[in-house]
């Protein structure tokens, strides 16, 4: 006999803070780098977690880690949840793994009312998603959905100079699957919103209907170094200040675009980088996104004309390397409807609203219909170890994506 | 017998070759940064050469190195030479080195042609004149003549984390003698230009006749991180946004002033420093000089402003240290005519200059009679691995160093 499924709270919170022990950082937040240590243990207890709720745990030979709840119909396409357990250097409590330990709140939820689903269930952890340590982000959903070939992603060299494929083999998370090897019927993530745009307007859940596109530069800016007190300004070829120039046009290229044009450097590393010597190298990141790709495309050729101009005027040498290049994607009408629908059942209030973060569901969305949950960020605050949401937001979100998960699997 | 006294160019080249081989970097140039192994094997080999020429060595607490070449009226005080024998961290071959070693040549020179000059001769390294790794630069000479306490000294934190005083002692360099213990009747320091006067106007000598001042700081810009894709643009406070926009202002402050002004943004240094991530932080380094003491207030007065100005615009924390600071120097009027009066003899195109870089002699300047002589730098370059020096000018140089020592010294 069946009853009601209804969410533990505390036991999805209770979930979260054993989890956020590790990676902890000594003022609050969490720092679990992709294929670090602390990755390696988050991974380690999710994976015990699955085995002990009776879910079939698959690793594939990109790392993602994949258990599967069985349905009534067992060869049926599973309905697909779940997000990411790594994070940024000074990352939060719940971007990424709010989705997935609330994905295993849904199952055990389920399991304690006795429910079986026609379509199985199948809970994700994808591998690296944030992408500070090894860019792009979403690696292995990319590589999931055969974005990305298995060994260029092993090739690839994190800022650290360690290889993914090395790393991923030090933490023992090369599985035997091939990603892609279970495709689904649909997938559903749940995240934070990670803006303050819920919180503002007093909601609850938002119906995510597009995520942003992206573009990721690298730019090596090779000028001349020299003495700081005897070299005359005139013949200076400065990277450092070159540096500052981007930063400083990248920031006003974004205001003057508007909308949700945004425009970030976030990395800035000089070569000799002392004081009294004029640097001689800058390498820098730019990060570019709009949810409109013509905008988009508009910033990256905004940049490119203003690298060339600095390349001239201060005759350096500035040359640029994609780091990760993706298009805005816009997620199937049924889905967001779902995900509106099950809200309001809830009694939950409700927007659309597009996401100016990228998101494992961003891949999955070429291969399956796809869809995504976002709750409130206290203060809009995320990549930020103060990083919050309400209690009940948490559970709030979890009982949407259980609902929405029951009716795509029936 | 005595002979007239001549400078052996191949045996000054030869041990600058000899000695730069320590810390040879890979491309070309050379690191030794202060306190580090490099700089022990450098200092190991000065005092063994010293003391094949028959120098009396002495150690002082601070790890400077002198060598005493007896006079003939050994109650006298001593005319000095010497400079450093540290770099920065992409240095080149003469700066400093240069000072030192054909201060050693001088020495050769006149042992081979049996000259005693009248008051002792004494051949001086300084701990530290870079302040690349330890700031203040100068360090050595400054506390010699007594402008920092030594035990201030042992405490400065470098910017691997070690301090003066256990560097010190690793490296063995803790001296027994008390710094200033020989007080010098003048004291010269022959350096390369770093700069491109001399070799712009086809002249050999520069007779200094003054030092720039100089005042470093450490700005450290705190923010708040975030998000770089769903952090809307006008709620940011960007740490490495900040950090550009010093960096630009610095550079454009320093041509509005002109003159001798000059201002460089050489460090910066971001947390977390991750492509998608909004700096939380940003520590950078801001380094002013101008030999015109009331213009170099006034361009700290300005950046003092900008600070101010772009805390209040961007609400960021924007706090500052003082890593150095240093009045202008002139020197005395009668030492730079003896450097111009032995160049014209020895029939060397000569000209007065005024010093864009910090020296040991702007320190010694408090404490005696102190002058400079320049040679040419290839292309005005320094703190670059390119520095370089003709030949000709290197030896021409120690002749001058030797005719002026030999006046002084009797």
New interface residues.
């Given amino acids: 006999m069946t009853t009601s499924p209804r969410i533990d709270r505390a036991r999805l919170l209770g979930r979260l803070e054993t989890f956020n022990r590790i990676g902890a950082l000594p003022g609050g937040g969490n720092c679990r780098l992709a294929l670090s240590d602390e990755d390696r243990a988050g991974r380690d207890l999710l994976v015990r977690w699955m085995g002990e709720l009776g879910l079939a745990v698959t690793i594939d030979a990109i790392g993602n880690i994949i258990g599967v709840r069985r349905g009534r119909s067992e060869e049926l396409a599973p309905v697909m949840f779940g997000s990411h357990v790594d994070t940024?250097?000074?990352g939060g409590r719940y971007d990424g793994l709010y989705g997935v330990l609330a994905g295993l709140e849904v199952c055990e939820a389920l399991s304690d009312a006795s429910v079986a689903t026609r379509r199985p269930l199948a809970l994700v952890a994808f591998t690296n998603e944030?992408?500070?340590r090894f860019?792009p982000?979403a690696m292995g959903s990319l590589v999931y959905v055969g974005g990305l070939a298995l060994g260029d992603a092993y090739a690839i060299r994190g800022?650290d100079g360690a290889t993914v494929g090395a790393e991923l083999r030090r933490i023992g998370y090369v599985g035997k699957a091939k990603p892609g090897w279970l495709k689904p019927h649909a997938y559903l993530e749940l995240h934070i919103?990670?803006?303050?745009i819920l919180e503002d307007e007093g909601l609850v859940i938002a119906a995510v209907e597009a995520i942003?596109g992206?573009a990721?530069t690298e730019v090596t800016a090779t000028g001349?170094?020299?003495?700081?007190?005897?070299?005359?300004?005139?013949?200076r070829h400065?990277a450092?200040?070159i540096?500052?120039?981007?930063?400083?046009f990248v920031?006003r290229l974004?205001?003057e675009i508007g909308g949700h044009?945004?425009?970030?450097?976030?990395?800035?590393?000089?070569?000799?980088?002392?004081?009294?010597?004029?640097?001689?190298r800058a390498v820098l990141?730019v990060?570019l996104?709009n949810t409109d790709a013509a905008q988009l495309q508009r910033a990256e050729r905004a940049l490119a004309a203003c690298l060339d101009q600095l390349a001239a005027r201060e005759n350096v040498s500035i040359s640029t390397r994609g780091?990760a290049h993706f298009a805005p994607v816009t997620f199937p009408a049924e889905i967001v409807s779902l995900v509106e629908a099950t809200a309001r059942e809830l009694g939950l209030p409700c927007r659309r609203l597009p996401?100016?973060?990228?998101h494992d569901a961003q891949m999955m969305a070429r291969i399956c219909p796809t869809g995504m949950i976002f709750v409130p960020s206290i203060g809009?605050?995320?990549?930020?170890?103060r990083e919050d949401t309400k209690p009940e937001h948490l559970e709030a979100g979890a009982a949407v994506l259980m609902r929405a998960a029951m009716r795509l699997a029936d």
């Fill in positions: 940024v250097g000074t944030e992408g500070s860019a982000y800022i919103e990670q803006g303050p942003a992206l990721w001349r170094s020299g003495h700081a007190g005897t070299t005359p300004m005139h013949l400065d450092a200040h540096a500052g120039e981007i930063a400083v920031r974004a205001c044009q945004k425009g970030t450097v976030g990395r800035i590393e000089l070569y000799p980088n002392l004081v009294n010597v004029i640097a001689e990141t990060d996104r780091l996401s100016g973060a990228g809009g605050l995320s990549h930020n170890v």
